[in-house]
């Protein structure tokens, strides 16, 4: 079963717009690394500490307490304290409070030994009174984000059959069941955005050949990243492998120019949405007209462009942190069942098997 295919939903791992989690890229969690996130319920997000086992007990327990009855019982109901100190000294803890104090928690354990390096959801858990508020999905949002930075591939968890309101709830931001552990055990996974280490600009343009080889009619790509991060570089490969016509350049001062096709591949339409200030001044340039015909690729584009297309390729890329390294760091994520099926991490030259 291709993992990729999970890759459609918003959740994973990208905040709502208007939502802001920032983590440090690195191969490991640091403990002393901070996570911000901004709600309209004033949520914040922290790594756990060895102090915070009692009160992570109390809301695990709270929290499973308040589910439907099980037979076998859920294993967190049994957790005594130790076990959530063990938890805490050796996989990620994460809590969530508000203005009442904590209201979430949840772990997750680093695989990156496995076939497909994973991080595995434990203890999931939002006190009953602060359900529907979106605490949970901001834990899980947060926990993606700092398992895609120590290299992990999916995400995934083991929810109970006898549960199918709590399947169908992780369903809907991108998990599946990818097997049957038991009678009562079901194993779900989404696919964590593909990162792809470019040391160089040639390496860049390479990088865009081979995504230009997955793209089609249709094709919308939100590119980010800060002025030089190497937009319109990684723009220039795409079309020198879609085979379009003239020099790619950014255009920042016409905003938009058409690339026509010169072979069978789609056109390309080059946006530079930097000096747009609103959607409606996107909207103004009329992409939806060539839309459905051509690759659209918006430099800039986040908060702008996600309305052209349900479905999308948003691809980030970050500078090494070192001045005189031109190593960036690039992430692409797949949004919408047009991106299910297709193998980013493939453009890392890493094949995804599940």
């Avoid at 920032?22 to 640091?30: F, H, I, L, M, N």
């Avoid at 959801?121 to 947060?142: E, K, T, Y």
């Avoid at 097997?179 to 996974?189: K, T």
């Avoid at 120019?257 to 930097?274: E, F, K, M």
Wanted: aromatic share 4%; hydrophobic share 45%; net charge negative.
């Amino acid at each position: 079963m291709a993992g990729s295919r999970l890759a459609g939903k918003r959740l994973l791992p990208v905040a709502p717009p208007g939502r802001k989690i920032r983590s440090s890229p690195r191969a490991r969690v640091d403990s002393h690394d901070v996570i911000e996130t901004e709600t309209d319920q004033q949520l914040q997000l922290r790594l756990a500490e060895p102090g915070d086992a009692e009160t992570m007990q109390q809301v695990i327990t709270q929290a499973f307490g308040a589910r439907d009855a099980l037979d076998p019982p859920a294993d967190a109901m049994s957790d005594e304290l130790a076990d959530i100190e063990e938890r805490i000294a050796t996989q990620i803890g994460l809590i969530a409070s508000d203005d009442s104090g904590v209201v979430g928690c949840l772990f997750c354990s680093l695989h990156p030994d496995a076939d497909v390096p994973s991080g595995m959801l434990h203890r999931v858990s939002v006190l009953p009174g602060h359900r529907r508020n979106g605490v949970a999905f901001h834990m899980i949002v947060a926990a993606a984000q700092l398992a895609t930075d120590a290299g992990m591939r999916r995400l995934q968890l083991i929810a109970r059959r006898e549960l199918p309101h709590v399947v169908c709830w992780w369903q809907g931001y991108g998990f599946e069941v990818i097997r049957e552990l038991d009678d009562h055990q079901l194993l779900l996974a989404a696919a964590l955005p593909a990162r792809v280490v470019v040391p160089t600009a040639d390496d860049m343009r390479h990088l865009g050949v081979r995504l230009a080889a997955l793209l089609a009619p249709g094709d919308l790509i939100v590119a980010n990243g800060e002025l030089g991060a190497g937009k319109t570089t990684l723009t220039q490969g795409i079309a020198e492998g879609l085979q379009v016509s003239g020099p790619v350049t950014s255009p920042t001062f016409v905003l938009s120019r058409i690339h026509h096709s010169t072979g069978t591949a789609p056109q390309l339409v080059h946006v530079d949405a930097y000096r747009l200030g609103s959607a409606a001044e996107l909207d103004d340039l009329d992409l939806d007209e060539t839309l459905a015909d051509s690759v659209t690729l918006v430099e800039w584009g986040a908060g702008l462009a996600e309305y052209l297309a349900t479905d999308r390729l948003e691809i980030d890329i970050e500078r090494s942190g070192d001045v005189d390294d031109e190593t960036r760091i690039v992430t692409v994520r797949g949004i919408g069942p047009r991106w299910r099926g297709v193998d980013l991490w493939a453009l890392a030259g890493v094949q995804e098997e599940w």
